[in-house]
Structures are given as C-alpha cells and as structure tokens.
C-alpha cells in the first residue's frame, strides 16, 4: 500500500505473515488493522563511488551487497553510482530491529522465509517493457552473408513489391536486393508474404525492413532463424545496393538523406519539439513511468485523476478506504485507485532538486534518491487482470480504456458516491417510420460522445489535390516525397454529424406490422458535467485492415452544444404502437440458448468492440458476441451480417424468458407481458452477485427484464428497502397490470449547462491501432501541460 519502493527514504515493510509490502507511512496501519507484528523492512542505498587516484572510478567488481531484485535508477550513471541494499527484521510496536543476515539468533524456519523474501523475484517483471531491442542474437548467417552482383540500386523512395502492388510493410532481401511484401501482422502492417516466398524459392535468408534504416542500425529478420536478429555487418551489406545508411534517416515511406528538408512528424507537434518546455513538480504533477505500451492507461488516469470528483471519492478518503480495505489491499479497486490518485496528487513524488541537498549530498558522499514519477504496476496488474487485451504489454486503445475503468468504478462504487457520473448524460434517439410518419423516442446511456471525421468538409481541398498528384509523380519517378499535405477538418463539421439523419433500412414499422424504412436522429437529453469526447480517426480499408485518418482536427477551446438539446414528442407527432416484432428463433438456437446462456457480464468485450470499430452499432456488436457464445470476433461478424436487416438489430441485448407457458405465449405474439414474471435464469444471474431476490425482481420489472439496465437500475436505488413489501406482492399477485402504470424512474444522471471549456485532451501518435504512443495534455493554471 502506497507507492513507495525500496530505494525510497523510508524504505519498504514486508509483513512475513501475508509478504504484503507496505511504506513507512502505512505499515502503522497494517499492524493496528491486522495484529502482524513481524516485517521485514528493505531499503536500497545509492552512494557515489570511490574514486581512484586519477580520478576515475575504480575498477568495477561484482557487488555482493546488492541482493534486491529491483531496478537501477535510470537518471543515475552506473559508472558513478553504486547500490548497497539493506534488510533486517523489525518487530512492532517497539519498532525492535534485527538485522539480517543472523543465523545465530534466528529460528531455522524464519531464517528459510527470509531468504526466500530476499531472493524472490518480482512479481511485476513481465509487465515492464520488453527489451528485446537490446537482446537480439547476431545472426549465423551475418558473418558470411553471399551478396550477388546482379547491379541492383535501391533508390531512396518509391518502392513496391515485385510481386504485388504493395507499397507498405515491405523487406529488401540482403542477397540479391529483391523488394517484397511481408506478412500480415497483429500491428495491422498488411503484405502478402511475397518476402517469404521468395525465401521458400530461393533460401536466400536475411532482409531489412525498409523504412527503418537509421545510422543506428535497421529491422532485420532471419527467415533461416524464424525471429528478428542483429546483423553487424549491415552498413556494408546495404552499401551493396547503393544505400548509405550512415548518411540517411527513416522515413514511413522512404530513406531521405540529411540535405532534404525535414517533414514535421506528428510527433514532433504533438511533443511539441522546438519548444523550450519548463519541469513542473509538485501536487498535481507527478509523471506516470511507461511500464511499455502502457501509455494509454497513463494518459486516461492523468486525465482522470485531474478531475475534483474523483479526487474528492479516492484521495479525499483516503483514510476510510485505507482503514477499511481488504486484507489483501492488491486486490480491492478502490485501495488501488486512491493508492494511484495518492501517488499523483500527494506531490511527494515529484520533488524539484534542492540546492542545499545537493551540497550535502556530496558532502556525506551518499546519493539521497530522488523519486520523481511513479510506476503504476499493481494498479496496471489488478485493473487488466482476466482482460484479453489490457493484460498484455501490447499498445490498446485510450477510449476502450476509459470505458474500462468507467465499468470498474461503477461496480466498486463508495457508497452512494460515483465520481464516473460527471461522465454519464441520456441520449434521446428518434426513429420515424418513412411511410407512415409516426415516430418513436427511446432514450439509451453513454458516457462519451463519439463523432466522425467528416473528410469531405477539408478546407484544403486544393493543397490536398495539388500534394496527391506531386507524391504519385515522385513515387513513379523515384524522387523524395513532397512534404506531407494534411487535410484540415472543422471540428463544427465533425460535430454536425453527431445529428445527422441516419438511415435505418427495413426497419419493422409496429404502425405497419411489417418491415419499412425509418430515418434516427440522436440527441442529448442531458448534458454531463464533463463531456468526452472521441474523434474516430480510424477506419477499415478494403482489406478489413484498420487505418488512420492523417488529418488536422483543431478542437476549440469553448464548445456550445445547446443545439443539439432533445426536444421530446412534438405537437402533430404520432408515436409508434408500443408493439415489439415477432421474434422467431429456430429450435436449435432456443436449445442452444436455454442451455449455453452466458451471463451478460461475461461478453468478451476485446470482440465487442473489434465490431464495433467496424462501424457496427455497439448494442448489436454485443448482441452478436452474446449470442455466439464468446466465440471470437469472426463467428459474431458472420452474426452480424446474417440478422443486420432486422428490425430490432441495434437495440440493447434483452434476454427472452422460455420458463412457463405464459412467457413463451407472450414472445409468440412480440410483446411482453405485463404478468410475466422476471425470467429465472436472470433472477438468478443477478442473485448470484450478491443482491437480493426482491431487489432483482424490482429492478428487472422495472427495466423490461433487461439485464444491463436492471444492475444500472439497482446501482443507481442504493435506498432499496430491504423487506421488498411491495415487490413480494407484485410477485404473488396474478393481476399486476393494476400498478404497471407507473413510470419507473430512470438511470441516474446530471443535467449540465450544454456549454464546456478545454480541459484537457489525449493524443495518438502512430499509423495503426495496435501501436503507437499516446500523450496527454491538461489544462492547469490557465495553460495546458504535458503529462508523461
């Protein structure tokens, strides 16, 4: 608990009953919570080295006082510094210490576990980035590697596969300089696998991936060796074909020598490189380390972390949420939460270097560490725990993350108090029947406002023709590419299609009793206090492949949206016949369903939202994973396509009951029951988390027996009585349609002003949705910062 480590002041607390570790500030609590009174307390000494009588330091030797498996201060130089780690025994209350190692005066047992403690691993080690880069084995096939002398050039841009019209993710084959496409990648780096081919042909075995080459050296793969390798010889290897890699920087489409005028990279705006940047310590700015490809979690937590809700829920209780957590804090969300928000806040990890210190520090010859950023890996560990994706060290997306946390706050909610609300606002849809004209307004949740990038709005459309038809003429004539067009879109243009009409083709028309055409319309029926919103600056080409939108969206700084305010039923509106369509499920599929149902909860949301980037409505993407039993995004897609015509396919996932007469009469004619009672298999989904039979019958009836809104219902009546008088009656009453007339109410939310300021904004850097890097700016003190 805390954020400390073992090289901080204070040292680490290890409790020899459960070998939780705990900071100098918070093993007080422990004891007092739990009566351990055996810890072992760790710290990490950093002190200069000796110098020798030149100057320098002396010779190095292996340092047998380093026992701790923990990482080396980065921000130190190795040659100056070196480590003594330090371990004893301290028994609480009297804080009585024993320093170890002690055979002599220690039980044989307590000496085993201490040593097992000094010489464990650390459970975190796979989180932390990969370092193959450094790692790679010299290739066998390097030393003595045949190049022909077949006269082939390869010039600085332009390239293409030799065997298909590829012009990305391509690999020069160091033997006889062929160009060929690779292999389709997670990374979504698309080729054919010609590059493999010609291997298979021809046995030739090494190739460098074009793009990559740099004086530092370039991607090499073995095909003999089947993995990435180094090659030593690779500037004399690539001068074989004309390439001075010494002389050249890569490039995403093309080697460019040094006397070409730069492109400015999306990095390098976005970094803001060029720009004198000014440290910033203190509360509010603490750093969150990349544990590799962790960026997204970083940047959504900074973001997170910046807004007063959730520092009044997490930090503001710190105290409570400490003293009342489980025994194992690691595995609690709320300790988690504040532990993080704690570590950000508190300012105690971002400490400006003290002149003063420094003198002294060099006085005592001993380096006082200096933790400046914290690494967010328990939190990282419990929050990705039995999730596909976030558990990898792969890159993820910010916005499925945020999402992510928003569920794991919502289930781990502090009482009455859910800091995720300033999030949550309605969403008035309007569907009109196209024939008859008659409509019908349904309202959904959501926590974030998604919106498209309407690339036919560019106000550049002129640079972008003019650069579209100089970079084809570079490309066919083999020159540099042109410095890089981006099309510059208006966020307004963006934004007007968040209301644009959509068709909705073969919609069932319950005016009609048959299947028709509609128009939907969206709009806010509430405001939140903190509006998100997502830019989707991906998309899916031909290939299924996702691609980014290389465009310029400038955000304003005050946004008005009043405009887009729900206005509810209008005067000379009809609505809609409260009739559902027919539902017709085949015999295989009612068994299937009957006894395979999955539990709602457990819907692999990676394959939800794997559709859903597709364009698919995300209630139908649920749907289709639901319904294919978590078989894979692939199985839901064929789902998908097969029931995409129907008139109910974007609406939320609803669990028929099959349990009686009475229920199954009722779904044969698409309508639900007002007598029906609440499907068991529900009931007891529901009831198996933990909440009462009265309280999930209360919740599904006032939701329409539908899952997801029933636990958002029960969440949102924390006031729940109990006894359940009254839905004991309505359960046991066979005529309840004389209370069903009452409106139940509606899922909790905020009503804001419509009208918002900048505050903060997350950014993607990186061609492909599985890479890249993302970067967070907030707004503080009147100007936007950086947060690492």
């Known amino acids: 608990m805390g954020t400390e480590y073992e090289n901080s002041e ?20 422990h004891f007092r919570k739990t009566g351990q009174s ?3 307390h760790l710290k990490r000494h950093v002190r200069e080295k000796v110098r020798g009588a030149s100057g320098g330091a002396l010779p190095k030797r292996r340092n047998s006082k380093i026992f701790l498996d923990l990482d080396t201060d980065d921000d130190l130089n190795s040659d100056d510094f070196e480590y003594e780690d330090e371990a004893k025994l301290v028994i609480f209350p009297d804080h009585y210490e024993i320093a170890l190692p002690n055979i002599e005066e220690l039980p044989a047992l307590v000496t085993i576990a201490c040593d097992a403690v000094l010489s464990s691993k650390s459970p975190y080690r796979k989180q932390d980035p990969d370092t193959w880069e ?18 082939v050039r390869i010039p600085p841009s332009g390239w293409k596969c030799a065997r298909c019209d590829l012009r990305e993710n391509l690999w020069l084959n160091l033997t006889d300089g062929s160009v060929l496409c690779g292999k389709w990648f997670f990374d979504s780096s698309g080729g054919n696998g010609h590059a493999l081919e010609h291997y298979r042909d021809m046995g030739y075995p090494l190739a460098v991936k074009l793009g990559t080459i740099t004086p530092d050296g370039a991607d090499v793969y073995s095909f003999q060796e089947e993995e990435p390798v180094l090659d030593p010889h690779l500037a004399r290897h690539l001068a074989h074909f004309g390439i001075d890699m010494l002389h050249m920087h890569g490039t995403e489409n093309g080697l460019r020598d040094n006397d070409i005028k730069p492109r400015v990279s999306e990095w390098e705006v976005i970094q803001e490189s060029g720009t004198k940047l000014k440290p910033m310590y203190g509360p509010g700015y603490t750093g969150l380390k990349n544990l590799g490809n962790s960026c997204y979690l970083g940047s959504v937590m900074q973001a997170i972390f910046s807004i007063p809700e959730f520092q009044r829920a997490y930090v503001g209780n710190l105290p409570r949420i400490f003293d009342y957590s489980p025994l194992d804090p690691t595995q609690d969300f709320n300790t988690q939460m504040t532990k993080l928000g704690h570590g950000l806040l508190s300012g105690q990890y971002s400490k400006p270097p003290v002149k003063s210190e420094l003198i002294e520090q060099v006085m005592k010859e001993e380096h006082k560490p200096q933790q400046n950023g914290i690494s967010p890996r328990m939190f990282k560990a419990f929050v990705s725990k039995s999730h596909p994706e976030f558990s990898s060290n792969r ?3 910010a916005q499925e993350f945020f999402l992510h946390l928003v569920n794991l706050v919502e289930r781990n909610r502090i009482g009455s108090e859910n800091p995720s609300d300033v999030f949550r606002f309605l969403v008035e849809e309007r569907i009109q029947c196209c024939q008859t004209r008659k409509v019908r307004y349904t309202e959904r949740v959501d926590y974030l406002m998604q919106l498209p990038v309407a690339m036919e709005a560019a106000t550049n459309k002129d ?8 970079r084809r003429e570079a490309e066919a004539n083999r020159r540099p590419l042109p410095e890089l067009v981006r099309a510059k879109i208006p966020f307004s243009a963006c934004l007007q299609a968040f209301s644009e009409p959509e068709n909705v083709d073969d919609f069932w028309s319950s005016a009609l009793q048959a299947k028709s055409a509609g128009v939907k319309t969206s ?6 206090e903190y509006l998100v919103v997502q830019i989707k600056k991906f998309t899916f080409g031909l290939d299924w492949v996702p691609k980014k939108f290389d465009v310029s969206v400038d955000m304003p700084d005050l946004l008005d949206i009043n405009h887009l305010r729900a206005r509810g039923l209008q005067p000379g509106e009809e609505e809609l016949p409260d009739i559902s369509p027919p539902i017709v499920i085949p015999d295989d599929s009612k068994d299937r369903l009957m006894n395979q149902l999955i539990d709602p909860s457990d819907i692999d949301e990676s394959a939800v939202m794997q559709l859903a980037e597709m364009g698919f409505p995300l209630e139908a993407c649920r749907k289709a994973v639901y319904f294919t039993g978590n078989m894979g995004a692939e199985v839901a897609f064929n789902w998908i396509i097969v029931h995409m015509e129907e008139s109910d396919f974007a609406e939320p996932l609803t669990l028929p009951g099959y349990g009686g007469a009475s229920s199954a009469g009722a779904s044969a004619f698409g309508a639900t029951g007002l007598d029906n009672q609440p499907p068991e298999e529900i009931v007891a989904i529901i009831t198996s988390m933990g909440f009462q039979r009265n309280q999930a019958i209360q919740a599904l009836r006032a939701t329409n027996h539908n899952l997801e809104r029933a636990l958002d219902w029960i969440f949102s009546h924390p006031e729940f009585d109990e006894d359940g008088d009254f839905v004991l009656e309505m359960e046991n009453n066979a005529n309840a349609n004389i209370v069903s007339e009452a409106k139940p109410e509606g899922p909790r939310v905020k009503d804001g002003s419509g009208t918002y300021e900048l505050f903060a904004f997350i950014s993607h850097m990186g061609t492909s949705t599985m890479s890249g890097h993302y970067v967070c700016h907030i707004k503080k003190e009147g100007s936007l910062k950086m947060n690492p």
């Open 10 to 29: 204070g040292g680490l607390y290890v409790c020899m009953n459960t070998f939780l570790a705990f900071g100098r500030e918070h093993v007080e609590r």
């Open 38 to 40: 055996v810890y072992m």
């Open 523 to 528: 709009r806010f029926a509430s405001f939140p």
């Open 134 to 151: 450094n790692e790679l084995p010299v290739s066998k096939y390097a030393n003595n590697l045949t190049q022909l002398d077949n006269g």
């Open 395 to 397: 890159q993820q997306d």
């Open 463 to 470: 640079e972008l023709i003019a650069y579209e038809l100089t």
